[in-house]
């Protein structure tokens, strides 16, 4: 049904070319039409708070950063459901043999540095949804019968217990993207130098820049990221102005939480996902629920 929708809504709008599917997800669904990609959201997304973000990334110099949107409307598929345009990027590979880290923390930086003006809108400035989805993640954890919870359950639920998601743990004090990984980076070059792009703006807004850095860190705490990587993202990010991270200071003074929520949000979404496919643990997502109970045992740190 929401395919054909886009579909649809590709005729009416005239975009042409070869149609394919990108990405088919209950909560998202990507369809190319040509040069233009079509992105169906999840259901029930706000279509206002939506058209706010499409407006600020359209405009300079949020534009140098995110991925500009082929069109600023929001379009009605029914159903509860809305989808935006884009123009065709090509997607960073997470698989190949040498992951630009330097590349992902450059485009973070300037993310971070652009300055907090809320009179450059006609709009109030939307807030981050990076804390948000830790909340969404473990509401979705507590939403099972008890007979469920079994040992993991327990381990996630007990290291979600030692998180601070108050408002004070996401001060607005930096443009964030709100759910950074190196899937949300595009590279809109076709070429041999990068000329990256954020793409995924659903989250973005005001709050911590500290949060965009969580799941690296957490990825690094849990044994999923080389320490050559992370520091090599950390050094680029601190070298090209991230703030984030203030110069000269331990980077787990800041870290610490959000890297922590991401290892239990990441967590609690492999254990929901695991038990609706009826499987076993990826390794992956093993060594994040290794992680969590390491932080049963010692909350103050991972």
């Known amino acids: 049904m929401v395919k054909d929708n886009l579909l649809r809504l590709a005729k ?66 029914g159903d509860d459901r809305v989808a935006t345009a884009w123009p065709l990027a090509r997607v960073l590979d997470e698989n190949q043999s040498k992951i630009p880290w330097e590349h992902a923390a450059w485009v973070l930086a300037k993310l971070h540095s652009i300055p907090i003006d809320r009179k450059a809108f006609a709009f109030e400035a939307p807030k981050s949804r990076a804390v948000t989805r830790v909340k969404l ?31 004070e743990a996401d001060q607005p004090t930096h443009w964030v993207h709100g759910d950074w990984h190196l899937g949300q980076i595009v590279d809109i070059s076709f070429g041999s130098q990068p000329n990256l792009r954020l793409i995924d703006m659903e989250d973005m807004g005001i709050g911590n820049a500290a949060w965009d850095l969580a799941r690296p860190a957490a990825f690094f705490a849990a044994g ?26 331990d980077p787990w003074l800041t870290l610490d ?46």
């Open 224 to 249: 999923l990221l080389s320490a050559e990587d992370w520091q090599l993202f950390l050094e680029t990010y601190q070298n090209e102005g991230g703030r984030a991270l203030p110069r000269g200071e």
């Open 12 to 77: 009416r709008e005239g975009w042409q070319g070869e149609v394919r599917t990108l990405s088919c997800r209950s909560e998202r669904v990507l369809i190319g039409a040509g040069d233009v990609v079509m992105k169906a959201h999840a259901p029930l997304t706000n279509s206002q708070d939506l058209k706010a973000r499409l407006n600020i990334v359209s405009m300079e110099p949020w534009n140098q950063v995110f991925l500009k949107p082929l069109r600023q409307d929001v379009f009605d598929l």
């Open 257 to 302: 939480n959000p890297a922590r929520s991401l290892v239990v949000q990441c967590a609690a979404n492999a254990w929901i996902k695991a038990r609706e496919e009826n499987r076993s643990y990826r390794d992956d997502e093993q060594l994040l629920i290794n992680a969590c109970e390491r932080i049963c045992v010692t909350p103050i740190s991972i």
């Open 137 to 167: 993640a473990l509401a979705q954890l507590y939403d099972v019968s008890e007979n469920e919870r079994d040992a993991v359950w327990q381990a996630i639920d007990a290291s979600g217990k030692t998180l601070d998601l108050s408002d």
